[in-house]
Structure formats: C-alpha cells, structure tokens
C-alpha cells in the first residue's frame, strides 16, 4: 500500500522550532521529488517548500525561506522539514506529497504547486502561540 505519513507536529511557541517528518511506505521515496503544504482555516493549501530527486536541488515559498529547510534521507525513505523561528502565521495543517521529478520550479508561496502532486499524507497540526 501506497502511504505517506506526517508526523513531528505540535504546539510551539513563537520564536520556537519543530522539525516534521514524512515517511513514505510501499514505494522508494528516492524516485521521486517531495513537497510539503500548508493549510490555513480558511486558506487555500499552498506549497512552502520541495526537494527533488538530487537533494541539493530545492524550492521554497518566500514566506518561509531562509527559516524553514527541506531534506530528505533516502536510506530512512522519509523527507524532513526543520523549521525554525516559528511565527503565529505559520499555524495549519502541513502535507507532504510526491510527484515526478521535475517538480514545479515557480509557484512556490502559492497554490499553484497542488496540482502537480498526486500523493498526499494525512496532515500534522502545527500550532505556533504568540
């Protein structure tokens, strides 16, 4: 069974960090490239950040960048997200999905990235208090 997971989600306060984690099952992780989302209440899902196959290759929203980094460990067949310096605007539901490599190279910071990827985990809370 195809399956990614999320995890490493939580309550943090401002300033503070987490790193999330997405562990894929039933296929090798390494053939494709990874993106993480986020959902807001309200808010359409966006794409914050991706790596690619060649993990030196990566992209990130403008919101995030510079504060958030994207990984992956192919031998554990998971993808990271550390980010750190969390903001109260950082509060949604995070996704990781795959798609093929290329991945979108523009779009980042917006929706527009979601239509390129096929499969999605279930989410992981983050929650950022003032």
């Known amino acids: 069974q195809v399956q990614l997971v999320e995890s490493g989600g939580g309550l943090v306060q401002s300033g503070h960090s987490l790193r999330l984690s997405c562990v894929a099952s039933g296929f090798r992780l390494d053939y494709w490239a990874v993106g993480w989302f986020r959902q807001a209440p309200g808010k359409e899902r966006e794409g914050i950040a991706c790596v690619d196959t060649d993990e030196d290759i990566t992209y990130y929203g403008e919101s995030v960048k510079g504060r958030f980094t994207i990984s992956r460990d192919n031998a554990k067949n998971t993808a990271y997200l550390e980010m750190n310096n969390l903001k109260p605007d950082d509060t949604a539901v995070y996704y990781c999905?795959?798609?093929?490599?290329?991945?979108?190279?523009?779009?980042?910071?917006?929706?527009?990235?979601?239509?390129?990827?096929?499969?999605w985990g279930q989410g992981t809370q983050v929650t950022v208090s003032p």
């Open positions: 999905a795959t798609t093929l490599s290329p991945p979108p190279k523009t779009g980042w910071g917006t929706s527009a990235p979601n239509r390129a990827f096929g499969s």
